[in-house]
């Protein structure tokens, strides 16, 4: 294939990142719509953003409907459409309707959420295929990463005006052009016809399941990522704690994307250095227990800056380490399940860190009925740090298993 035709692609992934990046202008405001107009308590909210986002976590599902079953030869531009379409209509049901019932919320933001993960996945599946198919795996990933992070600096900071000025039922308006974004980049997405892909796809997922590098990798993905300070934790305290205005939390996320950017940047420039699996783990390993203590130091205005920037830039750079891992180690005709099934687990990690850290920052910090709290808010984020830090370090012993494989 022409390498002048690479920039279609390009653009898609562009696009589709763009639209997942907007996302934070809904999703910040409604972590206040449901701290203080649903008056969940953190642990409730942790809950209810778990079943929210639980879509994700079915990401292999919708991968492999993609990769099995063609419809007339294509396996990602109807498919694409589809879930877009899901999307849309679920986000259109919550602007036209009373979104007061907490049932009709939570279907709506989990029917949104599901379309979203689909398109999501399935675009990654061409990501992958051409990825591969040109040695560009990294590069694409770099776009997409670099595009959400960009994209994050302007939701996020706009999301933390809107949230003290917009009715969470009009911000549901703006979550519709998202899958509409997606929908119009779909016809630049490259992909030949194929035939009947069933066997093929089966057999490269079996092999891809008897993988000890899988099973080392899955496990290493996870244990990396479990930092159950992120998400709700982080937001009670520094909205409570740290007393953080909407605004400034929205200027720390503008932070987050700034060097996030910076950081899949800097990925991208080093592509074209030979690295082997095992030197990008020990990098995960020796640089991601340090940037998760960091958190200790998250105590006030200045160190809450001068962390997010340290942490968005390393960890970025590290997380595209592990997803070009990933992509590379995903079987053809099964490159949307394959690295579905990875993405997966990162995903399966934020959720659990997030329900871990939600439900044990209220328990330190405000105990169990009529108990009181152990821990004021800093003690329960440097426990919540140091379980981050704990779990980091136990990838060492993964390394000979992935080192191992590659040898």
């Known amino acids: 294939m022409p390498r002048s035709r690479v920039d279609r692609n390009g653009f898609f992934f562009f696009a589709s990142y763009l639209a997942l990046g907007l996302g934070g202008l809904i999703y910040e405001p409604l972590g206040y719509f449901l701290k203080d107009t649903v008056k969940l308590s953190p642990d409730e909210s942790s809950t209810f953003i778990f079943w929210m986002t639980f879509p994700f976590l079915l990401k292999p599902l919708y991968a492999a409907a993609s990769d099995f079953f063609p419809w007339r030869g294509y396996r990602r531009r109807p498919q694409v459409v589809a879930a877009c379409l899901v999307a849309l209509a679920a986000w259109l049901g919550m602007a036209f309707f009373d979104v007061r019932s907490y049932a009709f919320l939570l279907a709506g933001l989990a029917a949104a959420n599901l379309g979203s993960a689909a398109a999501d996945v399935i675009g990654n599946g061409v990501m992958v295929e051409q990825g591969k198919l040109r040695g560009k795996t990294g590069f694409y990933q770099a776009i997409e990463l670099g595009t959400l992070y960009a994209t994050i600096v302007v939701s996020n900071l706009a999301a933390g005006w809107l949230s003290k000025r917009v009715a969470i039922r009009g911000l549901f308006w703006v979550g519709a052009v998202l899958p509409a974004i997606v929908l119009a980049a779909v016809p630049l997405i490259e992909e030949p016809r194929v035939g009947p892909t069933f066997s093929k796809a089966v057999s490269g997922l079996e092999g891809l399941i008897r993988s000890r590098r899988f099973w080392a990798l899955s496990a290493f993905i996870f244990l990396w990522s479990f930092t159950p300070f992120l998400g709700t934790a982080q937001f009670y305290y520094q909205s409570e704690a740290l007393g953080f205005s909407p605004l400034r939390i929205g200027g720390l996320s503008g932070v987050e994307g700034v060097c996030g950017s910076l950081g899949a940047l800097v990925y991208a ?17 020796f640089a991601g227990a340090p940037l998760t203590l960091l958190y200790v130091f998250y105590v006030g205005p200045v ?3 001068v962390v997010t920037a340290m942490t968005a830039f390393g ?65 329960a984020v440097c426990v919540l740090a140091g379980i981050g830090v704990v779990t980091t370090l136990c990838c060492w012993p993964l390394l000979r298993w992935v080192a191992r494989e590659e040898a």
Not at 271 to 282: F, N, P, Y
Not at 331 to 338: Q, R, V
Not at 351 to 362: I, Q
């Open 269 to 285: 420039r080093m592509l074209g250095r030979d690295w082997k699996a095992s030197q990008i783990a020990k990098a995960c390993v």
């Open 303 to 305: 160190s809450s800056v």
């Open 315 to 379: 960890g970025v750079a590290l997380r595209l380490s592990l997803m070009d891992l990933a992509a590379q180690h995903s079987p053809e005709f099964g490159e949307a399940t394959g690295f579905a099934i990875f993405m997966a687990v990162f995903d399966l990690a934020a959720s659990a860190s997030n329900a871990v850290g939600g439900h044990l920052y209220g328990w330190l910090t405000r105990g169990m009925g009529e108990l009181p709290g152990p821990l004021p808010p800093y003690g």
